[in-house]
């Protein structure tokens, strides 16, 4: 059974820190374009970063350049979003996808581009 699990969310004050962790299992990570996605109350979903399949192409939404960073560990099966500078708009759950037929490209526009999904995590940026 393909499956991905996040993991790391949490309440964190503005300015603070999180890394999430996307780990998949059934599946080999490293041969699939990994999306992170988030989804305020009230809000649709969007695109955060994204990584191509050999980690040679990535993409991030202007709200989070130079603040969040996707990475892989491919011995642990696993994705990594570090989080840095968090702002209470970074506020959300947050959903790791994966797909193997983005061929060396990711997406951040089409969530619908990913096939499998993770339950998502919680993360809250207040005071």
């Known amino acids: 059974q393909l499956q991905l699990v996040e993991s790391g969310g949490g309440l964190v004050q503005p300015g603070g820190s999180l890394r999430l962790s996307c780990a998949a299992s059934?599946?080999?990570?490293?041969?699939?374009?990994i999306g992170w996605f988030r989804q305020a109350p009230g809000k649709e979903r969007e695109g955060v970063l994204c990584?191509?399949?050999?980690?040679?192409?990535?993409r991030y939404a202007d709200s989070v350049k130079g603040r969040f960073t996707i990475s892989r560990d491919n011995s642990w099966n696993t994705v990594y979003l570090e989080m840095n500078s968090l702002k209470p708009e970074d506020t959300g759950v947050y959903y790791c996808?994966?797909?193997?037929?983005?061929?060396?490209?990711?997406?951040?526009?089409?969530?619908?581009?990913?096939?499998?999904w993770g339950q998502g995590t919680q993360v809250i940026v207040s005071s």
């Open positions: 996808a994966a797909d193997r037929h983005l061929f060396g490209r990711c997406v951040l526009s089409s969530a619908g581009s990913y096939e499998y």
């Open positions: 990584i191509s399949s050999n980690s040679g192409t990535g």
């Open positions: 059934g599946f080999t990570l490293d041969l699939y374009a």
